[in-house]
Nanobody, 122 residues
Framework: QVQLQESDPGLVKPSQTLSLTCTVS??????????WTWIRQPPGKGLEWIGY???????YYRPSLKSRTSISRDTSKNQFTLQLSSVTPEDTALYYC??????????????WGQGTQVTVSS
């Protein structure tokens, strides 16, 4: 079974950079055709897609967050990392990593991490 696990960043202060790492087990993050994705859910709101890194290392970000978002990977550790700079309290959310599958002529998130709470506060 594929499992994803987010790191715990704890409290992040405004203007700092948030860094979250997702550790994947059960499958390689270089396996076709999967996109490794970050999604967040602010309190009382719906899910918001942040961006992904593909099996080949290409990235794409939500346009409104692109200027301060970076997703990278470490294939030797089977991990991918989110960096979100210049955070504000509006970035407070439950952050998930998830796998987007493009197999069988469909797309969908078949595996999710448990989520990690990020609170941006001074």
């Amino acid at each position: 079974q594929v499992q994803l696990q987010e790191s715990d960043p704890g409290l992040v202060k405004p203007s700092q950079t948030l860094s979250l790492t997702c550790t994947v087990s059960g499958d390689s993050i270089t396996t076709k055709y999967y996109y490794w994705t970050w999604i967040r859910q602010p309190p009382g709101k719906g899910l918001e897609w942040i961006g992904y890194i593909t099996y080949s290392g290409s990235t794409y970000y939500r346009p409104s967050l692109k200027s301060r978002t970076s997703i990278s990977r470490d294939t030797s550790k089977n991990q991918f990392t989110l960096q979100l700079s210049s955070v504000t309290p509006e970035d407070t959310a439950l952050y998930y990593c998830a796998r987007l599958s493009l197999i069988d002529g469909k797309s969908g998130y078949d595996y999710w991490g448990q989520g990690t709470q990020v609170t941006v506060s001074s």
